[in-house]
């Protein structure tokens, strides 16, 4: 028997497994995105500039969660070349910035799986790859592999449920000696998580994506 003939009998799991291991991988490196609208006139050239971020809603102000979120967002106006400072009577910019997200409703998938429970993991319900592809999430609550034909051996649809979160930041920009508004922007995204640590840097690196961006103009932006 030739190494071709070995080879081309091994068993199926040994065929798949890697398969299963590079889609685990390409889930866990799924892309954040979100919805970034923005409003600006021209802002200030940074020489001479400063800034201090300061609380929205007057109940997170002292706050430690919102000195992290805002330690964030002054290292991105550092990097547009801003100095930050600490006592807001001394800067010449109020950076006011926000944060939420919100407590979640439920959706409803459907899944058509071949007999035992497997996932139809073949032929995208009928034919073909892609999202229902080899290994695709069988729902969201892990992988299967099954037969091309969903309703085979007893099959039929897996209707699962799972929760969906809306979080957003808002972000104004004034200047202190005029009073007047330079810029003020949204972030919003969905998400599987209401973990406010791992929303708002992604949120944050979204509003500053092409910072100040188009004035008036809404973009989806992808944060990898």
């Known amino acids: ?67 992290l979120y805002a ?14 400072v600490d006592d807001p009577a001394k800067a010449t910019m109020l950076v006011r910035f926000d944060y939420a997200v919100d407590g979640g409703r439920e959706r409803i998938r459907t899944d058509f799986v071949g007999g035992a429970g497997f996932a139809n993991p073949w032929f995208g319900p009928w034919g073909g790859f892609g999202p229902w592809g080899p290994w695709r999430p069988a729902g969201f609550g892990g992988w299967g592999w099954g037969f091309a034909d969903p309703w085979a051996f007893g099959g039929g649809a897996d209707v699962r449920s799972y929760t969906i979160y809306s979080s957003a930041i808002a972000m104004k920009i004034d200047d202190v000696a005029t009073g007047k508004r330079l810029f003020e922007g949204n972030a919003q995204a969905v998400s599987r998580t209401n973990r ?19 004035s008036g103009e809404v973009v989806r932006i992808t944060v990898r």
């Open 196 to 214: 406010l640590p791992e929303l708002v840097p992604n949120l944050v690196e979204a509003l500053f994506t092409d910072f100040p961006g188009n």
């Open 71 to 84: 330690d964030q967002v002054a290292q991105r106006m550092a990097e547009l070349g801003y100095t930050r």
């Open 1 to 67: 028997m030739t190494r071709a003939n070995v080879t081309s009998k091994r068993p199926f799991f040994q065929m798949v497994i890697p398969l299963l291991f590079a889609a685990l991988l390409a889930a866990c490196s799924t892309p954040f995105k979100a919805d970034v609208s923005r409003f600006a006139v021209p802002l200030p050239a940074p020489e001479g500039q400063t800034f201090a971020v300061v609380a929205e809603n007057p109940a997170n102000a002292g706050g430690l969660e919102f000195g």
